[in-house]
């Protein structure tokens, strides 16, 4: 009885699911045109976290543009990076305002914490450092957000117990 | 067509008596300024968000749910008091609306309880806003009777805070649109240019440049295409003036966008904004698409025959794209990298295109120049510099905020009138304007009046509008070292004099701020000889950079090293810190009647800088110590101090 019933599955229903999502990304920029790039990289920053190899190739070929143009300009900008992001993703604003009380000793301490620098992750995927120019948020310095959770006015002691929390969380 | 719709853009076009009582009436229900039920409005943008006003938002939505209070929520933009967020405004129908601070979500049911009962909490309101047709809260301050808002006059700022930047109509009904709908069904492309340059209206971002004359020699090139940009790469740390306008009145940018566009014959415009102001890029994005849905955007704009399309773009975020050739190349696919000048834009700039670059400030001027005039607005400021600024005040004043004042106002009443001044007990010290590319300005100079020609007779500038207030807890060479090494890291690498210059300079405040025990033998010499030569390498900087970040790169050590020489010389001579800032500076002691000997400093002190015997006082060796603070972390006694 079942082999009769498989008659209308293709070849696809018995491949694995894989999805193209850079190849999704690509279709919806159908322009070759230089002023593009741009917009195309940061829709695959957005959907995908990072920028990754075969995204540049990908971008480069279908903007016939050498990958290490593409390559090259991305590492010009802040936005892009090139590696997936942690599970939590702390952003510290090191503005002026922020600066000014002690937003440097929150860095170096998070730094010393979590072993990372400014822009990596940790081995086990769990926190990324970004240091931001400015959070725009100068009134409740300094500031710092963990994946869009603000928490500002912080002290060294208030950043362990922080972290502390995110660390218990992540482990479990 | 929608009948509402329609009713906003009449009253865009036409004067409001012409309307009739009722359509009036509805108008004013449609924009809000005539409640039918009660109306609390949360301050959303980011300074609100870090405070908690989310929180704030689910407390106020639980608590009307919970009792089953019919009123509307609403978001809207900051009003300036960035210290005191989040602030939260209730209107009840027929009376003034109320702003109250610092509303943290567990503060919501008792303030909103009181309000409903006609109480109104003492300690938390700020003021009231007095309107048409409302009855005022007795014993309540006027805003505009609070020294935070007396002395600014607020004509860009005027609608932040107050209405819903999600809203078209609350900004149609205020007066809205009526500026852009009246310049192209009456005047020619070079009439609003020629209204502009009346205006007298000079770009807002530092420069200072006549606006209507950018716009004129763009109008006069001729092209197939011409370009207007908006530049909204705000990326100065401590800097926040852009992004609350595209925050609290995003309509009111696109207006003058639209304004501008018109004036150049354009009907091309891009706005660039930074992506990490995702706030701001959300509001804009969303003007854009509503203002699209009413037809003014789009192709033949309310049958005038003239077609306006406005994109956004989102800046992937690189300090020296808020120079305008970079920031084209950036739009065009390149790296943000400045082009020599001339050509300027004006002539060959995006695509090779005339293009006008123009910053949001000015931009979000133009609607209220061309609604009440260009005499209005000279008779606002200085003559050759007339209109307001706005100044993002952040730092050790008590109160950190936007303030909007008259050219020609002075830093002593912005600093310490409006935003008053450093904290009881204080001592101002600096007050540092514009950012990483501006100037440290002594006390002595708080008197000067800001226009641009006044600051750049003292060589002095005002750049981006960021105020940064230092007291005396504060070292200048340690901030100056932190704007070096923020320049250092932005400078594109183009050209030679800012690539290197940059690095040199952040290399020498730098060395001036580490510790003396760390220095190699010939190091101090290089010291100062690094100190010495700064002059000259500024000079060098300014003269040959390409653009206007290596240019004015030098500008804060050159002005602290004239205002502030003393502290120089104490970080340099006398390796100390007036102020304790800089860590690497401070000596360690150890109390001689504190300490019990316990000997646990010595054998952590990685340096064996830490000599005693046990149960008598320590005793810490100066040449020794490489000032690493462990000492002082692991005593248990707090018998390690340091000066």
């Not at chain 1, 959070?135 to 500031?143: F, I, K, N, R």
């Not at chain 2, 109306?39 to 749910?65: C, D, K, P, Q």
Request: aromatic content about 8%; glycine content about 10%.
């Amino acid at each position: 009885m079942l082999f009769f019933q498989t008659d209308h599955l293709t070849l696809n229903d018995f491949m694995p699911a894989h999805p193209d999502r850079i190849g999704d990304i690509i279709a919806r920029f159908p322009h070759v045109r230089r002023n593009s790039l741009i917009p195309l990289l940061q829709a695959v920053q957005d959907e995908l976290g990072y920028i990754s190899e075969e995204a540049i190739v990908r971008i480069g070929s279908h903007l016939s543009l050498p990958s290490s143009k593409v390559y090259g300009l991305a590492t010009f900008y802040n936005q892009f990076t090139f590696s997936p992001g942690g599970k939590y993703h702390i952003t510290v604003c090191n503005g002026s305002a922020c600066h000014l009380d002690g937003a440097g000793r929150l860095v170096e301490e998070i730094k010393k914490i979590l072993d990372i620098g400014d822009g990596e992750t940790t081995r086990d995927r769990l926190f990324s450092l970004e240091v931001q120019s400015c959070l725009g948020a100068c009134g409740q310095s300094p500031v710092m957000a963990i994946n869009g959770t603000y928490f500002s006015g912080i002290t060294v002691k208030r950043l362990r117990e922080i972290i502390n929390q995110y660390l218990e969380d992540g482990s479990r | 067509m929608d009948p509402d719709k329609e009713l906003l853009l009449r009253l865009a076009q036409t004067d409001p008596s012409g309307l009739g009582r009722e359509e009036r009436e509805h108008l004013a229900l449609l924009s809000r300024q005539v409640l039918e039920q009660p109306l609390i409005m949360v301050n959303s943008t980011t300074s609100g968000m870090v405070a908690g006003a989310g929180e704030t938002w689910r407390a106020v939505e639980h608590y009307l749910e919970e009792r089953n209070i019919g009123a509307e929520i609403r978001e809207t933009g900051s009003i300036g008091l960035l210290s005191e967020e989040p602030v939260l405004s209730v209107q009840l129908p027929g009376r003034t609306r109320l702003f109250f601070r610092r509303v943290t979500a567990d503060r919501v049911p008792a303030l909103l309880d009181d309000i409903f009962h006609m109480v109104i909490p003492a300690e938390l309101v700020i003021g009231q806003l007095p309107g048409n047709r409302q009855e005022t809260w007795s014993d309540i301050r006027n805003l505009d009777n609070i020294p935070f808002f007396a002395l600014q006059s607020r004509i860009v700022l005027e609608h932040c805070g107050i209405i819903d930047p999600f809203s078209l109509a609350e900004y149609v009904g205020r007066g809205g649109y009526s500026a852009f709908l009246s310049v192209i069904r009456r005047y020619t492309f070079s009439e609003v240019c020629n209204l502009v340059i009346r205006s007298g209206l000079r770009g807002r971002s530092g420069g200072g440049f006549p606006t209507g004359l950018k716009w004129k020699t763009a109008a006069d090139t001729p092209s197939d295409q011409k370009y207007l940009i908006c530049n909204a790469e705000e990326s100065d740390p401590g800097a926040f003036t852009d992004r609350y306008l595209m925050e609290g009145n995003p309509f009111q940018l696109l207006e003058g966008i639209a304004i501008a566009a018109y004036a150049i014959g354009s009907n091309r415009a891009y706005i660039y904004i930074r992506s990490e102001l995702k706030d701001s890029v959300k509001r804009i994005d969303h003007a854009i698409r509503e203002l699209r849905n009413f037809g003014l955007l789009g192709d033949n704009i309310l049958d005038s025959g003239y077609n306006l399309q406005i994109s956004l773009r989102k800046g992937p975020g690189a300090f020296v794209c808020g120079e305008e050739t970079a920031l084209i190349a950036s739009l065009e696919g390149r790296r943000g990298m400045p082009a020599p000048k001339p050509p300027y834009p004006t002539a060959t700039g995006y695509l090779g295109r005339p293009t006008v670059v123009n910053n949001v400030e000015t931009l979000s001027n133009l609607p209220g120049i061309i609604r009440k005039g260009p005499d209005w607005f000279r008779s606002i400021g200085q003559k050759d510099c007339p209109g307001t600024k706005i100044f993002s005040i952040s730092g050790r004043s008590r109160i950190t905020g936007l303030v909007e004042v008259p050219m020609g106002t002075t830093f002593d009443v912005i600093v310490n009138k409006i935003t008053g001044g450093v904290e009881r007990g204080r001592e101002l010290k600096a007050v540092h304007v514009g950012g990483p590319l501006g100037y440290m300005i002594p006390p002595a100079l708080m008197d000067l009046e800001i226009t641009y020609e006044n600051l750049k007779k003292h060589q002095l500038g005002m750049g981006s509008g960021g105020i940064l207030v230092l007291d005396d807890r504060t070292c200048v060479v340690n901030m100056v070292r932190y704007f070096t090494a923020y320049v250092d890291k932005q400078s594109c690498g183009k050209c030679i004099p800012c690539r290197e210059g940059t690095r040199r300079m952040a290399e020498v405040m730098e060395r001036i701020c580490s510790r003396p025990a760390d220095e190699p033998d010939q190091s101090a010499l290089d010291r100062f000889r690094g100190v010495l030569e700064m002059e000259s390498l500024s000079g060098v900087m300014k003269d040959t950079s390409l653009c206007g970040l290596g240019q004015n790169a030098p500008n804060p050590v050159m002005s602290s090293l004239k205002y502030f020489r003393e502290e120089y010389e104490a970080h340099v001579f006398d390796r100390v810190c007036p102020s304790n800032i800089c860590t690497q500076l401070r000596s360690w002691f150890i109390d001689v009647d504190l300490c019990t000997g316990c000997s646990i400093c010595a054998k952590r002190c990685p340096a064996e800088a830490i000599i005693g015997t046990p149960r008598h006082p320590y005793f810490i060796v100066q040449e020794k110590c490489i000032g690493c603070g462990i000492c002082y972390e692991v005593c248990k006694f707090s018998a390690v101090y340091y000066k």
